[in-house]
């Protein structure tokens, strides 16, 4: 299964007029972590899931809107 969460991400950042070093100092994650799963130089399946729930909260998003294939728990 393809994840489009990487795209989506920098589309959402991109539409919110953001830079990696913005979204960094709003989301508390490190501008090379975003840099780095923007780029997929690291696998979607390894990133943390409190960086992927920071990077949510600081973009006003769900975590479904990343990875629509989850499923509510």
Do not use: F, Q, W
């Amino acid at each position: 299964m393809e994840n489009k969460g990487l795209e989506t991400l920098i589309e959402i950042r991109k539409k919110k007029h953001l830079t990696r070093d913005e979204l960094s100092e709003i989301s508390g994650v490190p501008a090379i972590t975003i840099k780095a799963i923007e780029k997929g130089n690291t696998n979607p399946n390894e990133v943390k899931l409190s960086t992927l729930i920071s990077l949510c909260r600081a973009l006003h998003i769900k975590l479904k809107k990343l990875y629509p294939e989850l499923k509510e728990l």
